[in-house]
């Protein structure tokens, strides 16, 4: 009997009926076509940083790319690197920058697969610059019958448009081919302000900044502004004992300690709150984009994002602050706020318009309480769309009317995966049978 698969957060799980973990797209397809032949499903799964059911395998064949791992390729004039599904995040950062190359944008973490990270639409912040899927350049995917296809704008295009960001519903990607540019720093600098201020000032702050987020502290009205431009450089990066300080012991130990006082003692959350708040000040540095743009998360929570409008941020984010005020909740975790451009990309929670990301967060283990359900219900009321892998309770009705390419996706999905070899319960309820 096979062990039982956990994500990063421990809320989801499952007991796949097997696992198995190939070493070349060849033995990839070899999986896939003996998994139709035993009539099982097949489900890809990533480093498990996903909040929802989106790569829960249970009675089916789990593949995990542990060993799709190599660099198949850096392409200096056309401006791209080609790399294989199961390559973290953090290796290839790592990998680009020995090279003299960056991505464009990334989110705040980097230990995802570069498959995983695309498929469910993990994104920064961007004023020009969008999420990883939108960077990706060309996909090569396992279909359901076991046949390898390579896909990009021009080849296989109709794919194309659907496997860049396909919630594993299409097949199982083996490689990636992203853009990249020639590596550059990026200055931060990081502020506290207040929440009023942050509202007023949201058009020009995202509008003058290439990189704008920021936290708001509920039960204060405090917030951590981000703002991260281009460089000429020098590089000034933090002290290695001031960045532990802030960005490890602070952040993550002091931060966990701080979590799980609040979790016994809910009464004094507000009071952490106040605290917290003050913690993080004003810093300034220079470094490698993906220095910058990411660092290490520690703490474990769970999550449910959404994206509006970026025209209806500040209503938005206002109206939950009401709800916070006037409800019984004790909320010991930040709000986060990002932005990106409208683009292209058929499930993209950005697709064609300029779009605010609104987080909320819980410590694991803390009671519900109608926080995520009432927040929600304040993000559909503003033509919402939940990140694919953060909590939810959408369905397949809610989303073919927030998404225009929604039924372009659901034809190509029946068209190459017409027996839902790679079907499970989430992507039953999001995209329908």
Known sequence: MTEVWRNWAGNQSARPAQVT????VEELAAVVRAAGEAGRRVKAVGSGHSFTAIAAAGDAVMVRPDRLTAVRGIDRAAGTVTVESGLPLSRLNRLLAAAGLSLTNMGDIEVQTVAGATSTGTHGTGRDS???????RAVEIV????????CSATENAELFQGARLGLGALGVVSALTFAV???FLLAAHEQPMGFDEVLDRFDDLTAVNEHFEFYWFPHTDRCSTKRNNRSQGPAAPLPRFKAWLDDDFVSNTVWEGACRVGRAFPGAIPAIAQIASRAWSERRFTDQAYKVYTSPRKVRFVEMEYAVPREAATTVLRELKALVERSGWRIS??????????????LSTANGRDTAYIAVH???GTREAGYFTEVEKLMTAHQGRPHWGKLHTRDAEYLSAAYPHFGDFTALRDKVDPDRRFANDYLRRVLGD
């Open 21 to 24: 973990a190939p070493g070349t």
């Open 130 to 136: 969008g999420s990883l899927a939108a960077q990706i």
């Open 143 to 150: 279909l359901a019958d076991g046949t390898v296809r390579t």
């Open 181 to 183: 540019e020639p590596m």
């Open 333 to 346: 975790f930040p709000v986060e706020v990002r932005v990106a451009p409208a683009d292209d990309l058929w």
């Open 362 to 364: 819980l410590y694991r």
